[in-house]
């Protein structure tokens, strides 16, 4: 799918007449349910509309899936005059006719707008800009409220998960410079920035170590301090002797070192709370400063000593967020890793020499050499060499692959042992590995159902815990009984507990952990919504072509008749094939060469349509082809005798042991296997019989086990393969059912009809092929997706490799990532709302420290250790697929 800031700014916003002569479809498919980063409206000029009648179509690039289409359609509906909306996801444009007296294209532009999606005009670009500091929601919403303030900006994305804001923007409205202000204004350094098709470009130092870093010395200053005060006020009692006094109030040694702790251990908290009043954000850094300077007025105002807890308050949020800063960079680390995978030089033959350069300057061509342990740099094809290539970091296969001349092969790779000499085929930026990083980042913007729950119950969640503060400290005089002084601490701290900052980052911190952990281990999943889509799957579909099985047909029987050896049967085969072009030809001439059978001089070759072929070798008519050909040819294939030396028995026609049925027996029991019949022969004899399939992949069977004993209720093989070969391969993997002799819009009738039963289905397909059928299911799911550019687009999830043992791995963390979010969302909210509703009750104290270090840090630090126990998940090896 695209992502709505990823679209390419060099489409020119697209109005064309358009004849409507169908009726909208406005049944939505569900599963795709996107949820796309904030558009802002962007003012399109109605001058560039050309329209004809009362139809215009517009290009609306980000309404890429049924579930945008349908957001679209419903928006656009709500305009008076609207007669036909008939949007195409596959093109990205939508067609409306309208009455043109109640209403005009710009108004439709609008309501396109407004439903989320922008319709594409000249001079757009897309900036990345990386702010480390951002690291929580409470820092985007910031952002973000920053960012509504400025003129130009089509859509934002912000993604805390990886402190990163991806902004598209009118270029001659505003420039990146200023968006770069913007942000740094509303409290966070910008790191580096890059335009599309640019790499990032630093702007600042590499940032220091959390524990060292300014921020963190503060910290500890503080944490002195605050020690220091609490000797005094607790322990040295005698000595804490009185500074200041005046004003109905009195300011003791152990007071000011409180006052000290909260000026270094508060500066970042009433610095980023100013810029969150500025920018009208009600989160954690306003609520916090709120929470710091109130406690330092309740002691001037009340006479009462609120400095420890202001102190408290300051020294353990800064280590909350310290923590916070450390756990998320735990998360982001898993990313960074793939990253790390591609090298940032290569050696390549220029002038003929060989000289080191940037990756980021190979050109497609370029002979780069790859030495034994060097990583290959980029994607391309072998043109010298021979050596086994470690392909775990973009298949997740554990095996190294065989590769020589011809062969591709990936950047980010390793070769083990041999020299290679690689033609670059791909650009930098666009090799495979690239791809996946990008479609990686990308994923946080598909945000899970719950997710999206979350997010809008945070929306209610503070507003409704700061008006619950303000209603505890007002009423508990009244209600309680207690001191005003006291009524304010419990005010104070509710305002600590009503920032759900741990709540909200409960599930993106484990859609990355199951994302990043999955793009390890050879498994692409494209958005978190697609991650909880197959964790709630009940039904598989399997394609079985290139599926389940290889996708190549192989020679797997060779049966001798009449005194002729296999060599002998496999001489004549060669020979009346080599210059056939069917798959099953080229079978047997593999097969042939590959236990040295030599070829025969061959004549008056004929191919023979839909039976076979007939040519004359060694001056000789020889056949091969279907039973029914040398049926034709007047043969009794009820009575046909075998070699002895063939072992091959299967029935008593005459006296002679030897004796066999081909029709009854040895054709059907190859059939019945799944395999393809061609016998081999001349006119007055038959020479032999040869078996050709396509060989089941040696993991298929334990794939379809292990998916079972996962919890999937149903595994279905859809193949266009004939009934008998199918149902030959269904009982050889085990699945529960299968269906045989479909077209394509056969494969999505039986999606369709499986879902209608109250399935959640994953079709796994090709990724190409399979495309309508993979579209139409709950989760589509493509197979041995590397390096095929259309595979890594059409599915939901990409298998990189050939290893259907990465299938139960894929619904395994899908299905553990859920039951984590599921944890943490849970365990945040009852940990939050217990300790809110906890404060006011007489009898069960719950004071700062305890709302700061339980509420905040601990619960921060527990949902993202939750989150990283899904990189323990791993695939099955290759010894236990069976």
């Given amino acids: 799918m695209t992502s709505p800031e990823r679209e390419s700014s060099d489409t020119p916003q697209s109005f064309h007449s358009h004849e409507c002569s169908h009726d909208h479809n406005d049944g939505h498919d569900h599963h795709h349910d996107h949820d796309h980063a904030h558009t802002r409206e962007t003012g399109t000029d109605s001058s560039d509309i050309e329209t004809q009648g009362d139809v215009v179509q517009l290009s609306v690039p980000e309404m890429d899936c049924p579930s945008c289409a349908g957001k679209v359609d419903n928006s656009v509906q709500k305009i008076d005059g609207i007669l036909q909306v008939r949007p195409q996801v596959t093109t990205g444009t939508l067609t409306v006719t309208y009455d043109g007296e109640q209403t005009k294209p710009d108004a439709i532009v609008d309501r396109v707008e407004k439903a989320g999606y922008s319709v594409t005009n000249t001079g757009e670009d897309t900036v990345t800009i990386t702010a480390p500091e951002m690291d929580c929601p409470s820092c985007a919403g910031k952002i973000e409220s920053a960012l509504d303030g400025l003129d130009g900006i089509s859509t934002y994305d912000t993604r805390p998960t990886t402190g990163k804001i991806v902004v598209t923007y009118d270029t001659a409205t505003v420039k990146t410079d200023r968006i770069v202000d913007t942000i740094e204004n509303a409290g966070y350094d910008v790191a580096a920035t890059s335009t599309s098709g640019e790499e990032a470009s630093a702007t600042a130092t590499s940032q220091d170590s959390i524990w060292t870093s300014t921020r963190a010395l503060k910290t500890w200053v503080s944490g002195g301090f605050v020690a220091l005060g609490f000797a005094f006020e607790f322990l040295l009692v005698s000595q804490n002797g009185e500074l200041v006094s005046g004003l109905g109030t009195e300011l003791l040694l152990s007071d000011a070192l409180f006052i000290i702790a909260v000026a270094f251990g508060g500066q970042e908290i009433l610095r980023n709370g100013y810029y969150s009043a500025r920018n009208r954000s009600l989160d954690i850094d306003f609520l916090m400063s709120v929470a710091i300077l109130g406690a330092l007025a309740s002691s001037l105002v009340f006479g009462e000593s609120y400095y ?48 080191t350069v940037p990756v980021d300057e190979l050109s497609v061509g370029d002979i780069v050499v790859v030495k034994p342990g060097e990583k290959i740099p980029m994607d391309g094809i072998v043109v010298d060499g021979s050596s086994a290539v470690n392909q775990a970091p973009i298949t997740g296969e554990s095996v190294p692959v065989d590769k020589t001349t011809g062969d591709n092969v990936f950047a980010g790779t390793i070769n083990e042992e041999g020299y290679l000499e690689v033609e670059v085929t791909s650009e930098s930026g666009d090799d495979t590995l690239s791809q996946i990083i990008e479609m990686v980042e990308d994923a946080q913007s598909n945000k899970t159902d719950r997710e999206q729950f979350v997010e809008r119950f945070a929306a209610y969640y503070t507003p409704l815990v700061v008006g619950f503060a303000v209603l505890v400290t007002a009423g508990s005089p009244f209600v309680l009984g207690v001191e005003w002084s006291e009524a304010v601490v419990y005010g104070l701290t509710l305002l600590v507990l009503a920032c759900p900052c741990a709540f909200v980052i409960s599930t993106p911190v484990s859609v990355v952990s199951g994302i990043t952990s999955g793009a390890k281990n050879g498994v692409l999943i494209k958005g978190g919504n697609h991650l909880e889509a197959m964790g709630n799957v009940d039904a598989v579909a399997l394609d079985k072509t290139g599926t389940l099985t290889r996708g190549e047909l192989t020679v797997t029987d060779v049966v001798p008749l009449n005194g002729n050896t296999e060599e002998d049967v496999l001489h004549c085969a060669r020979g009346l094939e080599r210059r056939s072009e069917h798959p099953i030809a080229d079978a047997i001439v593999e097969k042939a060469e590959s236990v040295g059978v030599g070829g025969r001089e061959i004549a008056n070759f004929e191919s023979i349509t839909g039976k076979g072929v007939r040519a004359d070798l060694d001056d000789k008519t020889h056949y091969a082809g279907k039973p029914g050909l040398f049926e034709e040819l007047g043969f009794d294939l009820s009575h046909v005798h075998a070699t002895t030396d063939g072992g091959v028995v299967t029935m008593d026609k005459c006296e002679q042991e030897n004796c066999l049925s081909l029709l009854d027996e040895t054709v059907p029991k190859l059939q019945d296997q799944g395999k393809t019949v061609v016998l081999v022969g001349t006119e007055d004899e038959l020479e032999g019989v040869i078996g050709v399939a396509d060989e089941v992949r040696p993991g298929a069977k334990r794939a379809v086990h292990r998916l079972k004993e996962l919890g999937i209720e149903r595994t279905v093989m859809l193949t266009g393969d004939n009934a008998r070969t199918a149902r030959a391969i269904a009982n050889q993997v085990g699945v529960d059912e299968y269906r045989a002799e479909l077209l394509p819009d056969e494969k999505v009738a039986a999606i369709e009809e499986l879902q209608a039963d109250g399935n959640q289905v994953a079709m796994v397909g090709d990724g190409i092929n399979d495309a309508p059928a993979l579209a139409t299911a709950n989760v589509g799911v493509a197979m041995g997706a590397a390096g095929t550019d259309t595979a890594l687009e059409t599915a939901d999830i990409a298998l990189m490799g050939d290893q259907l043992s990465r299938l139960p791995y894929l619904y395994e963390l899908s299905h553990d990532a859920n039951g984590v979010i599921r944890q943490n969302i849970t365990a945040s909210l009852l940990v939050k709302a217990g300790l809110a509703l906890a404060v006011p009750i007489p009898g069960i104290p719950v004071p700062v420290w305890v709302a700061v270090l339980v509420g905040d840090a601990g619960m921060t630090l527990g949902v993202t250790g939750n989150a990283m126990r899904l990189s323990r998940i791993k695939p099955e090896s290759e010894s236990t697929e069976g």
Avoid: H, W
């Fill in 308 to 355: 420890f807890e202001a102190a408290t308050l300051a020294f353990l949020f800064s280590i909350a967020e310290l923590l916070e800063r450390y756990s998320m960079d735990q998360a982001r680390n898993s990313l960074q890793e793939l990253m790390d995978l591609s090298p940032d030089e290569a050696t390549v033959k220029r002038d003929g020499d060989t000289v």
